[in-house]
């Protein structure tokens, strides 16, 4: 009986974890929205960065 309540838990446990990294990165970028683009190998800033920064 142990085991197999373990080979049910194990699973849900993981899928767990797995949408909290998700939830994670989600509310992080939320958080820290992107304020600049890469163009090549340039980084372009938006115009509220860079008026932030003078």
Do not use: Y
Not at 7 to 15: A, E, R, Y
């Amino acid at each position: 009986m142990p085991q197999r309540m373990n080979d049910q838990i194990n699973p849900l446990l993981s899928q767990m974890a797995a949408l909290e990294a998700e939830l994670r990165a989600a509310v992080h970028s939320r958080k820290s929205p992107a304020f600049f683009q890469t163009q090549s190998k340039r980084v372009g800033f938006e115009k509220s960065a860079r008026n932030a920064h003078r």
